[in-house]
């Protein structure tokens, strides 16, 4: 039997083009489609042929380099570098061009705003294409580690102790410098005593940076590496990360918004995550989901009072627990004399309100009642009577409550699971996104803003095909509204 083998002497008359070094099909096309399509303007990234001074390299290229890279899990700006040498796909993408690692880590670092703007546009995009109906969204968040070890985040006092550490320092190696000026023999070089110096000195401005932030933000304690990420706990244990919020729409699980915030609870995310949500798509939505987590009255009002309809179970909701006997559903509250009236058929009077939040207090008229009743101690175990707790919005608490059981409401949040959880499932296990590159808040919106665009393009290219996709997007523009 004859093998074939390859022969790398092997000439050709006339060899190949870049253009022929991928299918006219291949997924790199929709890619290089999907950047071409972008409104720079819009992004924030200035495009002139006529600047002074040396040439660079052309930010399409540049995005389209990122954005690939990202979508197979490169995201090291060295790697990146070897693939447009190694790799055919980057290589086509790039047109031949080598960009260093420098060049690639300085594109990203000075351009993390534009970055933030992709998948805005790249949503804009899904609408056009009619992938994204806009109707009924999910918002969900996960937490991601952040480029910064759990050993470096500090209180106030230890920040205070090594700052005067460190002043003493620089003060013996200033008094060093100054010895070595007046006999330089027998002492250590100015070259070793300057590199000390200038060490103990970012050192020392790192600690203020952290300082200032434990004053701006009120924080308990910040990280030295990354001043904006946190401690939170996840399964994997606790770390130092960002809780990544984003917002998933109905039609296609396509992700319409993505954002990390440093607090480690969703409860304060709800409204703000859903309008900038609407802000994309230009149009209030008509349904948005989530789970017990966004239960956050206040939150969950700031979207029902704009008539859409929110879907969010209490946390006794998703934990199936049921009402006790003398839970405060069971205690009636008459509106006009603004008391609660007991099983028992006992009132309880108004008896306070709360500044920070509004919440009033109800109690017992007389505590004697609740101790010769026959249900003391499974109603309340206090000696001073029953003592219940009305929300300044109770009356739209026990409304979301009810439209959560809704069946329509059921159908549409059994469907949030699969919708909402999809995108991370794709980040973490796909691309292998354990942890972000960069460090602060903004260069950490820029990555998971790249990553959002890549899960929708790759969503993109299954629903509608890799060569139906490239077609579509060649006949798109986003219009300037910058």
């Known amino acids: 039997m004859a093998y074939k083998a390859g022969n790398r002497t092997q000439m050709c008359l006339l060899p190949q083009s870049i253009e022929e070094y991928v299918a006219s099909d291949a997924p790199v096309r929709a890619y290089n489609e ?6 720079f303007a819009e992004l924030g990234i200035e495009i002139s042929p006529y600047k002074v001074g040396n040439s660079a390299y052309h930010p399409k290229s540049m995005l389209k380099l990122l954005l690939y890279g990202y979508s197979y899990g490169v995201r090291s700006s060295r790697k990146l570098e070897q693939e447009t ?30 970055l933030t703007r992709v998948l805005k546009q790249c949503a804009r995009v899904c609408v056009k294409l009619n992938l994204i109906a806009g109707n009924v969204l999910f918002a969900d968040g996960t ?9 470096r985040t500090h209180n ?7 700052l005067a550490e460190i002043d003493q320092r620089i003060e013996q190696l200033l008094e060093q410098c100054e010895a070595q000026d007046q006999s330089e023999e027998g002492l250590a070089s100015f070259v070793a005593m300057d590199k000390k110096l ?13 300082l200032k932030e434990i004053e701006d933000s009120g924080k308990d304690k910040v990280n030295m590496t990354d001043t904006d990420c946190s401690i939170m706990h996840s399964i994997q244990g606790s770390h130092a990360s960002y809780n990544v919020q984003t917002v998933v729409d109905d039609k296609h699980g396509l992700l319409i918004h993505t954002e990390p915030v440093n607090d480690p609870n969703d409860c304060g995310q709800f409204a703000k995550q859903i309008d900038a949500a609407n802000d994309v798509l230009e149009k209030p939505c008509e349904i948005a989901c989530a789970d017990a987590g966004y239960a956050d009255t206040d939150e969950l009002e700031k979207i029902d009072s704009k008539d859409i309809k929110v879907i969010v179970p209490s946390q006794r909701q998703a934990l199936h627990e049921e009402e006790s006997p003398f839970s405060k559903s069971h205690f009636i509250y008459e509106k006009e004399q603004d008391c609660y009236v007991c099983p028992e058929g006992h009132r309880l009077n108004y008896r306070s309100t709360y500044k920070k939040n509004g919440k009033r207090t109800y109690k ?17 175990k206090s000696k001073e009577g029953r003592k219940l707790v009305r929300l ?81 997007l060649r006949a798109i523009s986003i219009p300037d509204t910058a």
């Not at 200038?198 to 952290?210: D, E, F, S, V």
């Not at 409401?409 to 942890?435: C, D, M, W």
Request: proline share 2%; aromatic share 8%.
């Open 34 to 39: 999907f950047v071409e399509a972008l409104n």
């Open 85 to 114: 040498h190694n790799n055919l796909t980057f290589i086509w993408l790039m047109g031949g061009l080598k960009p260093d690692f420098k060049t690639i880590a300085e594109f990203r670092r000075t351009h993390k705003q534009a």
């Open 143 to 151: 937490k991601i580690r952040a480029n910064a070890g759990r050993g």
């Open 156 to 162: 106030k006092d230890w920040y205070d102790q090594q």
């Open 198 to 210: 200038c060490q103990a000195n970012r050192l020392k401005q790192k600690i203020h940076t952290a």
């Open 364 to 380: 017992i008229e007389k505590a004697g009642l609740c101790r010769s009743c026959s249900h003391f101690g499974e109603c309340t």
């Open 392 to 472: 300044r919005n109770e009356e739209v608490k026990q409304r979301l409550e009810a439209q959560y059981q809704e069946p329509a409401s059921q159908e549409i949040y059994a469907r949030r699971k699969e919708k909402a959880e999809h995108p991370f499932g794709h980040i973490k296990r796909n691309l292998k996104v354990t942890a972000f590159l960069m460090r602060g808040i903004k260069g950490v919106h820029a990555e998971i803003s790249l990553l959002g665009t890549c899960f929708n393009l790759a969503r993109m290219s299954t629903i509608l095909g890799s060569a139906k996709l490239i077609r579509q």
